[in-house]
């Protein structure tokens, strides 16, 4: 478990998987996210329960919040490379009504700190589509920085989109 300001980062149960297939299936949640080909209830709870423990090269943890308990979206540290020091992270919160309220910045916050201290990154990365206005706002509030510009490379609504890719280096965190 790891604790931040608002949120605390925890393992996932596999009783848990109906609210990230509900999550996966709302469209305002995906909206700029990758959304692969879709899974059923019983193949999300499949996933969880087979999930390898959480390892160096793939920290999987849920976000909850610390005022009344509710799972809320998930963090990821992932694809970590131990001669480079640099993991790539996704983040996501799934309950809507908890959007607007700080939880993702601290979250955000909560996983770099994690990264840099516990797991001795030197660099977190992360990719955003350029449209994604709130994601990309918290990214630089925490102290990302564009690093590139990803072409084409989400389709959404018939069109394609553009992304970025940020980069946090070890002691860049603000706040
Ligand atoms: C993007 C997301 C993670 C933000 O989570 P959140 O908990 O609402 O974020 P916070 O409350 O911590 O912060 C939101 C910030 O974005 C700002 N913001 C909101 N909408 C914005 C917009 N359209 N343009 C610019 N900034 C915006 C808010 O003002 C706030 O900034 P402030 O604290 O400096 O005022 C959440 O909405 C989400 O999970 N969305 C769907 C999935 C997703 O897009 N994930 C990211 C994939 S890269």
């Known amino acids: 478990m790891v604790l931040g300001e608002l949120v605390k980062l925890r393992s996932l149960e596999p009783s848990e998987a109906e609210a990230l297939w509900r999550w996966n299936h709302d469209p305002d949640v995906m909206r700029w996210m990758h959304d692969g080909y879709g ?26 919040v610390l005022a009344d308990g509710q799972l809320i979206g998930l963090v990821r ?36 700190r994690y990264g840099f201290q516990k797991m001795r990154l030197h660099k977190i ?4 589509a350029t449209e994604n206005h709130a994601a990309h706002h918290i990214y630089r ?3 990302f920085i564009e690093e590139g510009r ?26």
């Open 39 to 64: 899974q059923s209830l019983a193949q999300v709870k499949k996933t969880l329960e087979e999930h390898p423990r959480n390892t160096y090269s793939d920290v999987l943890y849920g976000i909850e």
């Open 77 to 112: 540290l992932r694809d970590t490379e131990p001669e480079l020091g640099i993991a790539e992270l996704d983040v996501y919160l799934g309950e809507k009504e908890y959007w607007g309220r700080g939880y993702a910045t601290d979250a955000m916050r909560t996983i770099c």
């Open 125 to 128: 990365t992360l990719t955003v």
């Open 141 to 143: 509030k925490v102290g």
């Open 150 to 175: 990803l072409r084409e490379t989400l389709r959404r609504d018939g069109k394609w989109h553009d992304m970025f890719t940020m980069g946090l280096l070890e002691g860049e965190l603000r706040g």
